[in-house]
């Protein structure tokens, strides 16, 4: 294994740990947190996929939908509208226009259900290597 081959795992460490950091702010109340980083859990595991297949650097982008293009992935229909929801609120989470709307509409069940159905997003990304 060249030091290409091991450089995935990285992102695949580093996917794991921003997945419980999100899981972190979802315990403390902080929902918006909990999506950005439900996205930067995936979005790394992703340019992990990405370093792993192509054995090259993955770009320097936050488009989920990039990746899956790129890798010519064919996630089942459940999982693709959650990344394209999850892509989608990667700017809305980062720069709310109106804090208090975001933080009333982006609650406990609805951070619930993200940390779920990221979970299984990042295993069905394992399962791709």
């Not at 979802?26 to 992703?46: D, Q, V």
């Not at 992990?48 to 297949?53: D, P």
């Not at 936050?62 to 089942?76: A, C, G, Q, T, V």
């Not at 959650?82 to 208090?100: A, V």
Request: hydrophobic share 35%; proline share 3%.
């Amino acid at each position: 294994m060249n030091n290409m081959d091991e450089k995935y795992l990285e992102w695949f460490t580093q996917s794991y740990y921003d997945f419980d950091t999100a899981k972190y702010m979802h315990k403390g109340g902080r929902y918006i947190y909990t999506i950005f980083m439900c996205h930067l859990s995936i979005e790394k595991a992703l340019k992990g996929l990405f370093q792993y297949k192509s054995e090259t650097v993955p770009p320097k982008t936050h488009n989920l939908i990039f990746f899956i293009e790129e890798l010519k992935l064919e996630p089942d229909e459940t999982i693709l509208k959650f990344i394209i929801r999850l892509n989608q609120l990667n700017i809305f989470s980062r720069y709310p226009e109106d804090l208090q709307k975001v933080k009333d509409f982006y609650n406990k069940n609805y951070s619930k259900a993200l940390l779920e159905n990221t979970e299984k997003v990042l295993q069905w990304i394992k399962k791709l290597l």
